[in-house]
């Protein structure tokens, strides 16, 4: 064999072989979750809420599973990432369109910089923020106030996610709409905005698979609740925290894993579910 | 082919120029008369402002920052510049280079995407007639009246532009602005889009711009050459191409420059 040859065989083996190393911290998560934590999940874990540190040691005493699950931590993530997306997609929307059609202007300028900014901000700062600004004057910690933290991290990355999507639309499509005499409002909601439903969609479920794991900003807003809690004015728990909680508290250790392998799987289903979006609706 | 040329104007250019930077004229003082009922082509080397005029017509050049455009345009005698750009763009209707169908509609939807943009409400009758008669023009009727759901870009590239041409036509514009139309089809297509062409001159006054000089000769009534932003020449095509009075003209024609 000839010395490129074998130069060649050399560098086709160290590239697959650090790609290989990607996956293997992943691999190994999920692994180590799967196996630590499958046997707490069963339908109480969905349903019920964590028993109290004492039946949690005698349950776990006589060799049996810790009762009870994180319907808590479930409803409480439903409702924040829902309504943190509820405010984050419009107003990231919008200041996405704005960003990607008029780009030169010192206003987009100064958000485009501010947003990149934002994203920069540690996830406690947010906490910390949402705290005097809602806890605070509210008086009492809720799932508005979470929300809220959560809101402030969603946004960038739909407002980056948006800009580049409709950036990426051939431009002859806004051209040959306008061409047809219509209104550049028009243009811009029956024709970019659903041609790049795509992309739009994938960055939403990937902003909130990205705040679902936050813990941080839930801290010193939603607090936390040991009972499944609707009213949104109130403490409110979400599953990152309760991986905390659970740390936290010697009896209930066992329950870390299994929470963290429910939100795991939360997580990967959202970006496997991102990622076909966004290679169904690609616009060619 | 014997084109009989009916003598009324339908677009006029007055001292028509256009420029990108301040100071220099992409497209310099075009006088110009546009029959109605004719193709009038539009050749010219890469550059020479022939893509540059035609949209000065529907006002595209609005859509860019620092694009100057001075003159006068009138279509059937009145001046575009003092139109609402969106009143101008229905009457003239532009068939791009690439073709763009709105890739989230139907192939129905396309042909009424004039009117759905422009928030004109139709009976489903008369959405129905619309498309039918519009896509009979553009003699893509046959081919997808079984597929008038399915999304526009799963036709072929000839069969899409076509569409696109459905979707222009579909308004109804006094003049139809063809930018290169044929440059991204194969030999088949081009050729189902210059029998088009001609058929639907009938209907319309058509301006097209064209790289392709054996295009201008076959479909055109009318021919401008321009270069380095000037008009030339404007011709009967038959005259241009077999006695051009500019040494430019014959040169470009020949072949020696473009």
């Keep these: 064999m000839s010395r ?6 050399v560098a086709k083996i160290v590239v697959c072989l650090f790609s290989g190393l990607t996956v293997i911290p992943l691999a190994a998560i999920i692994w180590e979750l799967v196996k630590k934590g499958y046997h707490q999940i069963n339908w109480d874990f969905f349903t019920k809420v964590a028993p109290n540190t004492l039946d949690a040691m005698l349950a776990q005493r006589s060799g049996q599973i810790i009762p009870g699950g994180i319907a808590n931590g479930i409803t409480g993530t439903l409702i924040m990432v829902v309504m943190a997306a509820l405010l984050a997609v419009p107003c990231g929307l919008f200041a996405g369109v704005y960003l990607s059609e008029k780009p030169h202007t010192g206003f987009s300028k100064a958000v485009s910089f501010l947003t990149d900014l934002l994203q920069g901000v540690p996830s406690i700062i947010l906490g910390i923020i949402a705290y005097a600004w809602v806890v605070k004057p509210m ?8 929300s809220i933290a959560l809101f402030i991290m969603m946004l960038p990355l739909i407002v980056r996610s948006t800009e580049e999507t409709m950036k990426m639309l051939p431009s002859n499509l806004k051209e040959s709409a306008l061409a047809l005499g219509s209104s550049y409002r028009s243009v811009i909601l029956k024709v970019l905005l659903p041609s790049s439903f795509g992309g739009l969609f994938t960055g939403i479920l990937l902003a909130i698979s990205r705040v679902m794991g936050e813990t941080a900003p839930l801290m010193f807003t939603a607090l936390g609740s040991m009972q499944v809690n609707w009213d949104v004015t109130a403490p409110t728990n979400a599953i990152p925290l309760l991986i905390w909680q659970f740390y936290n508290d010697p ?20 970006n496997i579910t991102a990622s076909r979006v966004a290679r169904k609706w690609k616009i060619r | 082919m014997e084109n009989k040329i009916i003598e009324n104007t339908v677009l006029k250019f007055e001292h028509v120029s256009v420029s990108y930077v301040p100071g220099k004229n992409a497209v310099d003082d075009i006088n110009a008369d546009v029959k109605e009922h004719a193709i009038t082509a539009i050749m010219g080397p890469s550059g020479c402002g022939k893509s540059t005029l035609l949209r000065a017509i529907n006002r595209m050049h609005e859509l860019y920052k620092g694009i100057t455009v001075s003159g006068h345009i009138l279509l059937k005698g009145e001046d575009i ?18 073709p763009n169908p709105f890739p989230t509609m139907s192939v129905y939807d396309n042909v009424l995407a004039g ?12 959405k129905d007639e619309i498309v039918e008669s519009c896509l009979r023009d553009v003699g893509l009727w046959k081919e997808v009246k079984e597929s008038l759901n399915k999304k526009g870009t799963f036709l072929s590239g000839g069969q899409q532009q076509r569409l696109c041409i459905a979707r222009a ?3 109804k514009p006094e003049i139809l602005l063809m930018d290169e139309p044929t440059s991204a089809l194969d030999p088949i297509a081009t050729n189902k889009i210059e029998q088009l062409a ?11 711009v064209t790289h392709n000089i054996a295009q201008a000769a076959r479909i055109s009534d009318m021919s401008m050459f321009m270069y ?14 077999t006695n051009p009075k500019d040494k430019r003209t014959e040169d470009y024609l020949n072949g020696q420059f473009g």
């Design chain 2, 198 to 208: 001609l058929e639907l001159k009938k209907i319309f006054s058509i301006i097209i």
């Design chain 2, 115 to 126: 009117y759905k943009l422009n928030g004109i409400k139709l009976k489903k009758s008369q």
């Design chain 2, 169 to 171: 036509i579909a308004l």
């Design chain 1, 251 to 270: 009896n209930l250790v066992g329950m870390i894993w299994a929470s963290s392998l429910f939100i795991m799987i939360l997580i990967l289903i959202l």
């Design chain 1, 4 to 9: 490129r040859i074998i130069k060649d065989k």
């Design chain 1, 139 to 146: 008086g009492s910690y809720s799932a508005i106030a979470g």
């Design chain 2, 81 to 98: 510049m003092e139109m609402n750009p969106m009143q101008v763009r229905c009457k003239a209707g532009m068939v791009f280079q690439r």
């Design chain 2, 228 to 241: 380095l932003g000037e008009l030339i020449e404007y011709e009967k095509t038959k005259i241009m191409f």
